[in-house]
Structure formats: structure tokens, C-alpha cells
């Protein structure tokens, strides 16, 4: 990806904020401050060591293939899904039917089962999450398991940051004394406590989310996607357990063909409109 590219001018100013707050902990008069002039490393080093990982997996997530589908892995996937539908409709004994897969209208491929065509990225992605303006990318089953590792490493970084920031403010007698003396940590809280509310919220999402087996996606329009209108509201055939899910989700690397998740149950078969 070009350093012009869409998503440079965000990319750069997350890393440079990042790299900015971290700096100002070090050079005022804050415990990390005293904590390198008294010798004592453990806590600088423990928030560099953060720093640098949420760059990482910020980088990560923002710059890997989130799960684009290829016309090769789409056909395959396309065509099993409709050769398992046609032989349970052709069994008289059946009472449900697997998921009828979708055509993408404007990237002309089949859709595996829980993929989305983005319109920010002009491509379908599979199990797609969202398109995150952050980090400047969509958030599927490739780079999911990276965002959310930077989202937890990011929330660790902003609360304790925060923590060291409001712990400097100085007392004054008088409001200006105060204003003059506290203006860059003022800053700084400002700056923490939007970062450490707007995170934390994502992680809360999230790690619901990946513990019920939906995606944001799934969750906010469950009732217009046509392979969980046979569910109730929250409710995912993907669900295996919370543990189990926990599981798949960070040590399953592959990329995992969800049709047969949906055996079992009768689902309505709708046309590509129905997605959304």
C-alpha cells in the first residue's frame, strides 16, 4: 500500500498521537518521569512495550486483507453450498433447507455465508464485521482477531495513561495559577478520557459479540439478513458455546465455510436484495 494511499493522513496521525502522549508522559512531571530519573525502568519500559503493540496490531489490522472474496474461493464455496441445497430439497423427508447463496450484484461473485459487499472498499468481504474509518479498512474474518487484540492493548494503554496524566495535576491557590500550571495535562485528560470511553465501549461490543457468535453487522440488521430472519433477535446459528467461540475466534486462522452452520433449522431463502 502507498504511503499516499487512502487511509495515510489517519494511519499517521493515530501513530504520531500515540507516539505524542507517550512522549509527554516521559518529559513532564509525572511518576513515569520520576521513574526514569530515580533509575527504575520496569513502568517506562512495561508502557513502551504497549505503545509499540498497539501500533503493531494497529498496522496489522489496518493493512491486512480483512477477507476479500476471490472469484476462486467464492465459486467453490458457491457451488457446495448449492449442491448441499439441492439435495435437501430433493429429500422429501426434509424439514429444512441450507442457506441459497447470493449474488453480489456489483462484484459478480457468490457470496459465502456471512459475507458483505462494502461500498467504502468496493469489495465483498467475508464474515464481515464492519468498515472501521480508523484504522481505515474493514474489519472481517481475516483482520477481526487483530483489531479487537488492538482494541484490548489500546483501552490497557489509554486507562493507564490516563491514570498517570491526572495523577501529575498540581494544586493552585487560584483558578489561573491552576489553568497555567495544568494546561498540557488538561489536554492530555481531555484527549485520554474520549480515546479511553470510545475503546472501552468497543471492547465491551466485541468481546459480546464474539461470545454470542455474531458480527456487528449480523447484530445491528439481524432482522434483514435473510439467513437469521428464521432467528430470534440476538439469537446466531453460529453460536457454539462461549468458550468454543472464544476459541475459534483467536486461534482459528483459516478461513471457515459457515454454510454448514445452518442445517438444522428452516431458513426463509430470499433474493440478494434482502441483504444489506
Known sequence: MGCFSDGFAVRTFHCVLTLLIFGSLLVQDTELNRA???????????MLLLVLLSIAFYFISSNMNPGF?????????GYRALVQSNREKS??????????????????????????????CNRCVRRYD???????????????????????????????????????????????????????????????LCGALSVLLLVICHVYLIATGLTTWEFVKHTRISYLKAYSECESPFDEGV????????????????????????????SASSLV
Open 243 to 270: 468458550i468454543s467461540n472464544f476459541v475459534t475466534f483467536f486461534c482459528y486462522c483459516k478461513l471457515k465455510d459457515w454454510a454448514p452452520y445452518l442445517k438444522g433449522k428452516r431458513v426463509r431463502r430470499n
Open 130 to 192: 464492519h468498515h472501521c474509518p480508523w484504522i481505515a479498512n474493514c474489519v472481517g474474518e481475516r483482520n477481526h482477531r487483530y483489531y479487537v487484540i488492538f482494541l484490548i492493548v489500546e483501552s490497557v494503554l489509554v486507562c493507564w495513561a490516563l491514570k498517570i496524566t491526572c495523577s501529575a495535576v498540581v494544586q493552585r491557590d487560584t483558578w489561573s495559577q491552576w489553568v497555567y500550571t495544568n494546561f498540557i495535562y488538561t489536554l492530555d485528560i481531555l484527549v485520554l
Open 69 to 77: 472474496v476471490t472469484r476462486d474461493d467464492a465459486k467453490i464455496e
Open 36 to 46: 526514569l530519573q530515580e533509575k527504575r525502568y520496569r513502568a517506562p519500559a512495561a
Open 91 to 120: 429429500s422429501p423427508s426434509s424439514q429444512s433447507f441450507a442457506y441459497s447463496p447470493q449474488l453480489c450484484d456489483i462484484c459478480l461473485v457468490v457470496q459465502p455465508v456471512r459475507a458483505k459487499h462494502c461500498l467504502d
